[in-house]
């Protein structure tokens, strides 16, 4: 659809009442759904789908999804992997490093729970959630692209419900 | 051909420096925690490229104080993997050019890959859950 014309709908849905503030919540929230800019984040074999769902197959891209290597650049950080006692803290030095709004998704059982590594395990950490906060959990090991994509999807309408002024 | 041979710490760099000429390629070194004999046992796998021979060696070293010369300079390879079973099992390397931790944190305290290590937070996997 065209740009402006998109825009334009959510306009439109508007109720009457607070029309600037919420226009521009849904105009900023469109935006942030839509340009949802990721940082290459493969720790361990999850990474190899989260490449297959940004490779032309499955195609990230037509999402607004764009990987970037730098924290400072991106707006999702997909923690793709065993989250280890040494990566921990690198972790969060990176996720304090991206710009907000930031959003965080934990895919496959390593990132949620320390899966696989959940039992006997001295290295894993149990969950990415013990180190930074997360929106969406994505299961699976690893979980298909298109579980991946559902969880973006997931995300992007949870980032739709945001307001400027609460998050 | 693959040949195993079990020696004494003391002859450890004797061997080598009589073996190096054929055996050429240090493929790994790693180390085996045996607490019912008291023992952390190295392994040392050697490759000849001359003729494809495989050498093993072993050497029982006491738990204790597991001590053992570093054979670096001998196959420059090794000080990796000296590295990492000074990491994992608590080995000390005589000799050892850079003796530090390898994979885990700088401050990591105790040899996780003992049979005996213990650390607040890990989970044990009950008897139900094969
Ligand atoms: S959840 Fe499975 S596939 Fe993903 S990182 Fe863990 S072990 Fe690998």
């Not at chain 2, 054979?71 to 990491?87: C, K, L, N, S, T």
Request: proline fraction near 6%; charge should be neutral; charged fraction near 25%.
């Amino acid at each position: 659809m065209d740009l402006a014309q998109d825009v334009f709908r959510y306009v439109e849905k508007m109720p009457g009442g607070n029309l600037i503030l919420t226009t521009t919540d849904s105009l900023f929230n469109w935006a942030k759904a839509n340009s949802l800019w990721y940082l290459l984040f493969g720790l361990k074999c999850c990474a190899i789908e989260m490449m297959a769902a940004g490779a032309s197959r499955y195609d990230l891209d037509r999402l607004g999804l764009m990987f970037r290597a730098s924290p400072r650049q991106t707006d999702l950080m997909i923690v793709a992997g065993t989250v280890t006692a040494k990566m921990a803290p690198r972790i969060r030095t990176l996720w304090e490093q991206m710009a907000e709004p930031r959003y965080v998704i934990a895919m496959g059982s390593c990132a949620i729970t320390g899966g696989a590594f959940f039992y006997d395990s001295y290295a894993a950490i149990k969950g990415v959630d013990e180190v930074i906060p997360v929106d969406v959990y994505i299961p699976g090991c690893p979980p298909r692209p298109e579980a991946l994509i559902e969880g973006i999807l997931k995300l992007q309408e949870k980032i739709k419900k945001e307001s400027l002024t609460k998050r | 051909m693959t040949e195993e041979k079990k020696i004494s710490r003391e002859e450890l760099l004797a061997t080598g420096e009589n073996i190096k000429a054929q055996y050429n390629f240090l493929v790994f070194i790693t180390a085996v925690d045996y607490p019912e004999r008291n023992v952390i046992g190295m392994v040392y796998h050697l490759r000849s490229l001359g003729n494809r021979d495989t050498l093993i060696i072993k050497i029982d070293l006491p738990r204790e104080k597991p001590e053992i010369a570093s054979v670096a300079g001998i196959w420059p390879a090794a000080e990796w993997h000296e590295r990492e079973v000074f990491d994992l099992f608590g080995v000390n390397f005589l000799g050892h050019p850079d003796l530090r931790r390898i994979l885990l944190p700088p401050d990591w305290e105790g040899s996780p890959l003992r049979k005996d290590y213990t650390k607040p937070g890990v989970i044990k996997r009950p008897e139900t859950i094969k």
